[in-house]
């Protein structure tokens, strides 16, 4: 070969040899670990769900009978006494019934008197031994019957009676009307269920809020623990509330087991309003006749009254406009203002806020009237009101001030970013270890006694420290967790300890592409 080659064959062979020299002799990357303090401090529980506001007592009121609804004399936002009358049924059908029971009970009556007659003949006969025993136990008979037929009569006639009354429909609470599920003229029909013409709220002060708890969480729920609840309509403000009853009834939706839980709240007066804030009591439907029937007309009716001196007719005007009747003008509103004010105002301004054209009995069996009737309406500035969207959180545990670690230190596992794999005091790192019939999460050791019975290993939480530039496992027990830290006991801890929650970069030699660019493990 010539020089030349053998020269060029020559550097070839060095070029190659240091290039290999120098990847094999290079030093290797150094995986950056991000640390965290295991500190001191507060750990608390918490359980978040969605429920729904409510009354804390809401009653329905139905009817008993059918029949067409002839009157409604009250509305939504209707404040009511407890056996005001609210509706009526129509009572035509009912009264000829009454009619009919009375007739027969008359008829029944009678033929008892004329049973009773003949058998009292028959004893005085037969004491003379003039009629036959047989024929005086006929008479007796017939006479027991006739009285079991007016006692039946009777029945009857108390019936209908009945019946009749239960077409005035009246509350059973003192309230508010929440919801009117009916009109004039509609056909309600009681015959397999009683249908519902009212929702009546008996007190507005006071909330009660409903929320699904899961079954695995539901033991940590106990009565008297504190919770907080955001509306969306005030997203800013926290309610407090605390649980009152955990109720023992499952609620199964797709295989998913839930259980009720209530809690109660006080309706706070809407922020900014001073006039709520001052008379709280007035929210409290039921209480005080005197200030409820101010509300008929609002709190500006009362101010008109003259409990604020001599009420000035424009104002008055200004502040009730938006609530009086459809077709009412602002000089027919002076004139009945001035002329109760001329008469001494001994009336409720009420009157003349909510007074409607027309009779109000006409209004009251006209379809759609009782939208235009007048009477005490609940005008009071709460926060919270039947429906709404509830964003609770319940403090189901507290810690103080324990040792507490961040929960991405219990869910890291180093062994994707060490490149050589050598034995430790426990498993190997990264290694899966079957025990109990199942692979080992790479959060932590499993311990246990597999069996072919399904017995279940208990997996151990692990923290990882760094010691002599490598990372060690260190045994702990998990306690409570806030979401963010979790609480954590076992041997060797101190505070202030250092422990691994992850590298800097994790594109490591050695390391493993984890999914998702997340850390490899998980906490239970």
């Given at each position: 070969?010539?020089?030349?080659?053998?020269?060029?064959?020559?550097?070839?062979?060095?070029?190659?040899?240091?290039?290999?020299?120098?990847?094999?002799?290079?030093?290797?990357?150094?995986?950056?670990?991000?640390m965290?303090?295991?500190?001191?401090?507060?750990v608390?529980?918490?359980?978040?769900?969605?429920?729904?506001?409510?009354?804390?007592?809401?009653?329905?009121?139905?009817?008993?009978?059918?029949g067409?609804?002839?009157?409604?004399?009250v509305d939504?936002n209707?404040?009511?006494?407890?056996?005001?009358?609210?509706?009526?049924?129509?009572?035509?059908?009912?009264?000829?019934?009454l009619?009919?029971?009375?007739?027969?009970?008359?008829?029944?009556?009678?033929?008892?008197d004329?049973?009773?007659?003949?058998?009292?003949?028959?004893?005085r006969?037969?004491?003379?031994?003039?009629?036959?025993?047989?024929?005086l136990e006929?008479?007796?008979?017939?006479?027991?019957?006739?009285?079991?037929?007016?006692?039946?009569?009777?029945?009857?006639?108390?019936?209908?009676?009945?019946?009749?009354?239960?077409?005035?429909?009246?509350?059973?609470?003192d309230?508010?009307?929440i919801?009117?599920?009916?009109?004039?003229?509609?056909?309600?029909?009681?015959?397999?269920?009683?249908?519902?013409?009212?929702?009546?709220?008996?007190?507005?002060?006071?909330?009660?809020?409903q929320?699904?708890?899961g079954?695995?969480d539901?033991?940590?729920?106990?009565?008297?623990q504190?919770?907080?609840?955001?509306?969306?309509?005030?997203p800013?403000?926290?309610?407090?509330?605390a649980?009152?009853?955990?109720?023992?009834?499952?609620?199964?939706?797709?295989?998913?087991?839930?259980?009720?839980?209530?809690?109660?709240?006080?309706n706070?007066?809407?922020?900014?309003?001073?006039?709520?804030?001052?008379?709280?009591?007035a929210?409290?439907?039921?209480?005080?006749?005197?200030?409820e029937?101010?509300?008929?007309?609002?709190?500006?009716a009362?101010?008109?009254?003259?409990?604020?001196?001599?009420?000035?007719?424009?104002?008055a005007w200004?502040?009730?406009?938006?609530?009086?009747p459809?077709?009412?003008?602002?000089?027919?509103?002076?004139?009945r203002?001035?002329?109760?004010?001329?008469?001494?105002g001994?009336?409720?301004?009420s009157?003349?806020?909510s007074?409607?054209?027309?009779d109000?009995?006409?209004?009251?069996?006209?379809?759609?009237?009782?939208?235009?009737?007048?009477g005490?309406?609940f005008?009071?500035?709460?926060?919270?009101?039947?429906?709404?969207?509830?964003?609770?959180?319940i403090?189901?545990?507290?810690?103080?001030?324990?040792?507490?670690?961040?929960?991405?230190?219990?869910?890291?596992?180093?062994?994707a970013?060490?490149?050589?794999?050598?034995?430790?005091?426990?498993?190997?790192?990264?290694?899966?270890m079957v025990?109990?019939?199942?692979?080992?999460?790479?959060?932590?050791a499993?311990t246990?006694?597999?069996?072919?019975g399904?017995?279940?290993?208990?997996?151990?939480?692990?923290?990882?420290?760094?010691?002599?530039?490598?990372?060690?496992?260190?045994?702990?027990?998990?306690?409570i967790s806030?979401?963010?830290?979790?609480e954590?006991?076992?041997?060797?801890?101190?505070?202030g300890?250092?422990?691994?929650?992850?590298?800097?970069?994790?594109?490591?030699?050695?390391?493993?592409?984890?999914p998702?660019?997340?850390?490899?493990g998980?906490?239970?």
């Open positions: 070969m010539k020089r030349n080659t053998w020269i060029g064959l020559g550097i070839g062979v060095v070029l190659v040899a240091g290039g290999a020299a120098y990847v094999w002799n290079r030093p290797k990357d150094e995986v950056k670990w991000r965290a303090k295991l500190d001191r401090g507060n608390t529980q918490r359980i978040n769900a969605t429920g729904a506001v409510s009354p804390v007592v809401q009653v329905a009121v139905g009817t008993q009978v059918s067409v609804i002839s009157a409604l004399y939504y209707s404040i009511v006494k407890k056996g005001q009358l609210i509706a009526q049924i129509d009572p035509t059908i009912w009264e000829t019934q009619a009919d029971a009375k007739a027969g009970l008359e008829r029944a009556k009678t033929n008892m004329d049973a009773r007659r003949q058998y009292e003949r028959a004893k006969l037969a004491a003379d031994k003039l009629l036959a025993d047989q024929d006929a008479k007796q008979v017939a006479y027991q019957t006739s009285v079991t037929t007016m006692e039946n009569a009777k029945a009857s006639m108390d019936r209908a009676k009945a019946n009749l009354d239960y077409c005035n429909i009246t509350a059973p609470v309230g508010v009307v919801s009117r599920l009916a009109d004039v003229g509609q056909t309600v029909a009681a015959s397999f269920s009683t249908p519902n013409l009212f929702q009546i709220a008996q007190d507005l002060s006071k909330m009660k809020v929320v699904n708890i079954e695995s539901i033991d940590e729920i106990k009565v008297g504190r919770a907080l609840f955001t509306v969306d309509s005030l800013d403000k926290q309610f407090m509330a649980v009152s009853l955990v109720r023992q009834e499952p609620i199964t939706t797709q295989n998913v087991v839930n259980y009720v839980v209530e809690m109660i709240v006080p706070e007066p809407l922020p900014g309003s001073e006039e709520d804030a001052k008379a709280p009591a929210h409290e439907p039921g209480k005080g006749g005197g200030r029937a101010g509300k008929a007309g609002g709190r500006d009362g101010k008109a009254e003259g409990r604020e001196g001599a009420p000035d007719p424009e104002k200004e502040r009730m406009k938006d609530r009086l459809a077709g009412t003008t602002k000089q027919e509103f002076l004139k203002f001035k002329e109760r004010q001329a008469s001494g001994g009336k409720a301004m009157a003349v806020s007074a409607p054209v027309g109000p009995k006409a209004l009251a069996r006209i379809p759609g009237g009782a939208s235009q009737l007048g005490p309406k005008t009071g500035n709460l926060a919270l009101r039947s429906g709404m969207t509830a964003n609770v959180t403090s189901t545990n507290q810690r103080r001030d324990v040792l507490r670690v961040p929960n991405s230190a219990l869910r890291f596992n180093p062994s970013f060490i490149k050589d794999d050598k034995k430790t005091d426990g498993p190997r790192l990264g290694q899966p025990m109990g019939g199942g692979p080992r999460p790479a959060g932590g499993q246990g006694t597999g069996s072919k399904g017995m279940v290993a208990r997996r151990e939480d692990r923290i990882w420290v760094l010691e002599n530039g490598k990372p060690k496992a260190i045994v702990v027990k998990a306690g806030d979401g963010q830290f979790t954590v006991t076992g041997e060797g801890l101190t505070e300890m250092q422990v691994l929650v992850g590298v800097d970069n994790s594109k490591q030699a050695g390391a493993a592409p984890l998702l660019g997340g850390t490899q998980g906490r239970r």
